[in-house]
């Protein structure tokens, strides 16, 4: 049976053009009716949003157009400054946008609180909803949100018995359409609801409802196009500034949404370019200057049209245009067809959208994230203010939460035992240095004190005021010991002296990481060195039962209900310097991690008695379906250093046994026929780091040697990456494929802000081989800007 990814790329977005327009088209005439702006500049939005912007934007699989998210800003600019003014407004809302994108901050939106976003785009919603309540009555929407609510009760009591039946069946069919049973009912459900809909809506109106108001295309000839703006400079400025930013924001968090889709619903293989969002910023730019011109309403990328192209199959940009331009042809074809759709129907389908912007999944989430206020009072202010208001007095509202949360320290002293125990709870800053300082002198000189510090920063003022009664109550007999929030104590707590060794922040628990201290402080006998590990793994438990597990019990519950999809199997070396989860910011979940002395991968077939390495992939490839696999080496690995000094006649033991699996490794570094590995565009330091770079290209090998991974590869559902991680940098590096499978043992260095790799220079390290013809120069790889 033939699959949607067996279908030529044309004729996957030829057919996915086709579902978009058909949602698209009900859609552009009901945010077209919702603004009060002429119905066919919605589909000249469209059309332009679908040509221009997929065209030029560097999100292939979004689909631009009318956008309900600038209905309300729309709206109130027609009601302002009239029609005309409006689409100028638009024009230099689109050079705005082309200016940001090519000083390339489109990764600035997405500095916005998520909680102001989902705020702005629920309180959208709640304008649009009891606007158009007053259509799907029979009435007429008002000037603003307020004035809509209040006029309501009235609105009610003078209800139009056809309106609101053909509003009825219009939302009926939109909520069941997706739930029709049976094998008619899959049939059915290939056509869009929207769609369904308002035709179902459109042919009972023309039986049952000859007296409803309808749509109205007037003629091309007649068709309004923008003037130099008319009115006070400062109310343009800012109705410009309210459609760059609103615009701006939802396309591009569109195009986020839109790679997690596909991300979620295709292959690696089957996947489009990531999107590029300083691109896709030009393109929308460039259409808004384009669609303001022609007359048509703002451009906006779409949650819902971008989630038909993917689920309809589209695989390039071609969909979009070519739903463009099916816009086109309806536009002049088909308007004695559309002039019979009830208003009363395109109100219901703006309002079903409406509804949608106020999501469910959005509250959820700012209220794990304890933003409840941000969003609540944003969507609020959106209603009463307006959106670019609204969104001011939201951000107003984060900061000072955020402020709060920096500046909130809860300082406790409690008298346990006859000792005095302070817990700091909270950022030290100057701000609790008059409650800090009123504890601390409660404390007598000579009690004996544990300071517990429970924050991941603390400020001079802070840091000397603790430090200064620490001296003088040490001074006046007492005692004092400074523990993190683990109850482990900090190693060095009190003032260094000159030149000694300082690898970590003052009062912070990471000292324990750095033992410096000269052995003469402290000699722990051999017997207390088990206690001392048992409380501190103990400790440890405690931190995490206390601090860490609260946050992550919920997606912990998730995952043991659902069980495990990782999307990627990580196999490294069991060092303990090399912490997965911090250097690939990942959660639960997201690896299948596999460690062991030197990330070995032993071959098919070799002599071995340990074949738990094979057994780990099988099950990652086999049964976790998972899309990539990573080996990754390290800098200082003691697997490699063991290789270089091994001696010829040694004992076997168990470590020489597995370390024999690394032989193809030493051969591999030592061969004049092999090309040495660059890292950032010079030789490894020394041949330690030589070979765990060529260790690395060599266990890549060995896994394609294994049957399920040769399988999936020749699929195109697997994806094999090398990384080498150098510890004293904390610094990442990813392996560039060649022209062959990683012909070229080039390792880049990753970039912090993009996950992009870039190169650099260095001094080569000149290693006794009998031939350096074979080195390979770094190539700089340029990946496309995407988002984090």
Not at 41 to 54: D, H
Not at 169 to 182: E, M
Not at 317 to 340: F, I, V, Y
Not at 464 to 484: F, K, N, P
């Amino acid at each position: 049976m033939s699959t949607r990814n067996d279908r030529s790329p044309l004729s996957a977005d030829l057919s996915a053009s086709v579902a978009v327009f058909l949602i698209a088209l009900p859609l552009s005439l009901g945010i077209a009716l919702a603004t009060g702006a002429p119905l066919q500049a919605g589909l000249v939005a469209a059309a332009v949003g679908g040509i221009v912007a997929g065209r030029l934007g560097g999100a292939p699989l979004q689909v631009s157009g009318a956008s309900a998210g600038l209905t309300v800003v729309t709206a109130e600019l027609i009601q302002r400054y009239g029609w005309r003014t409006t689409c100028a407004v638009t024009v230099i809302a689109g050079a705005a946008q082309l200016a940001l994108a090519l000083l390339r901050t489109a990764r600035s939106a997405l500095m916005v609180s998520p909680a102001i976003v989902h705020g702005m785009l629920a309180g959208i919603g709640v304008t649009i909803v009891v606007a158009q309540l007053h259509i799907v009555l029979g009435g007429t929407p008002q000037s603003s949100a307020v004035a809509n609510v209040r006029e309501l009760p009235a609105q009610l009591a003078d209800l139009h018995p056809g309106a609101l039946a053909v509003s009825a069946l219009t939302l009926g069919v939109l909520l069941a359409w997706p739930r029709l049973p049976g094998r008619a009912g899959r049939a059915l459900r290939k056509a869009p609801a929207a769609l369904a809909a308002v035709a179902l809506a459109t042919a009972v109106a023309a039986v049952a409802g000859p007296g409803l108001a309808r749509v109205d295309l007037p003629s091309w000839r007649s068709h309004a196009l923008p003037e130099v703006p008319d009115g006070p400079v400062l109310g343009i400025l800012t109705a410009v500034v309210a459609v760059t930013l609103v615009g701006s924001v939802e396309s591009l968090l569109s195009a986020v949404a839109t790679d997690k889709l596909i991300a979620a619903e295709r292959p690696a293989v089957a996947r489009p370019p990531r999107a590029s969002l300083n691109r896709e910023l030009r393109g929308q730019g460039v259409a808004n200057m384009v669609s303001g011109a022609l007359g048509g309403l703002p451009v906006a990328g779409g949650a819902v049209r971008s989630i038909t192209n993917v689920k309809s199959g589209a695989v390039s940009s071609r969909s979009t245009m070519l739903h463009g331009a099916w816009m086109l042809t309806a536009a002049a074809l088909l308007t004695p067809a559309l002039d019979l759709i009830p208003l009363a129907a395109l109100a219901a389908l703006v309002l079903a959208v409406g509804v949608q912007m106020v999501s469910i999944t959005h509250m959820r989430s700012v209220t794990r994230h304890r933003e409840v206020l941000v969003y609540a009072v944003t969507t609020t202010a959106v209603v009463v203010f307006g959106v670019l208001a609204g969104v001011a007095v939201g951000i107003a509202v984060a900061v000072a939460v955020a402020l709060h949360r920096l500046a909130r320290t809860r300082i406790t002293v409690t008298h346990e035992h006859g000792i005095h125990r302070l817990r700091a709870r909270g950022q030290l800053t100057f701000l609790a240095v008059p409650r800090l300082s009123r504890e601390l002198n409660q404390i007598p000189h000579d009690a004996k004190v544990v300071v517990e510090l429970d924050g991941s920063f603390m400020d001079h003022a802070a840091y000397e005021t603790l430090q200064d009664w620490q001296d003088s109550h040490r001074a006046h007999g007492g005692t004092i010991e400074v523990t993190g929030r683990s109850g482990t104590p900090l190693a060095g707590a009190g003032r260094r002296p000159r030149g000694a060794h300082q690898c970590c922040r003052p009062w912070t628990p990471w000292q324990n990481h750095c033992d410096h201290r000269a052995p003469a402080v402290e000699v722990a006998t051999a017997a207390a060195a088990p206690r001392r590990g048992a409380g501190r793994l103990a400790s440890g438990i405690g931190a995490f039962q206390r601090d860490t597990a609260p946050h992550v019990r919920g997606e912990l519950a998730r995952l043991a209900r659902e069980g495990q999809r990782p999307s990627q199997l990580f196999l490294t070396c069991a060092d303990s310097r090399l912490v997965t989860s911090m250097i690939t910011a990942s959660g639960p979940g997201d690896l299948f991690t596999v460690r062991n002395v030197g990330n070995l991968v032993p071959p098919p077939g070799a002599e071995s008695t340990d074949d738990s390495v094979a057994a780990a992939i099988e099950y990652a490839v086999d049964v976790l379906q998972v899309d990539s696999i990573t080996v990754c080496g390290h800098s200082g690995c003691g697997a490699m250093q063991a290789l270089l000094n091994s001696t010829p006649g040694a004992p076997m033991t168990p470590l020489r046994r597995w370390l024999r699996h690394g032989l193809p490794s030493l051969r591999r570094m030592t061969s004049r026929h092999e090309p040495w590995a660059r890292i950032s565009g010079r030789l490894p330091a020394d041949a330690v780091e030589q070979l765990c770079l060529t260790n690395v290209v060599q266990q890549l090998e060995h896994l394609r040697a294994h049957e399920s991974v040769a399988r999936r590869l020749a699929e195109g559902t697997l994806e094999l990456h090398g990384m080498y991680f150098h510890v004293g940098e904390a610094q990442a590096y990813l392996l560039t494929e060649g022209d062959g499978f990683f012909d070229n043992h080039v390792f880049d260095q990753v970039k912090p802000d993009t996950g992009a790799c870039e190169s650099g220079s260095g001094e080569a390290f000149p290693l006794s081989r009998p031939e350096q013809r074979g080195t390979t120069e770094l190539r700089h790889s340029e990946l496309e800007e995407a988002p984090a």
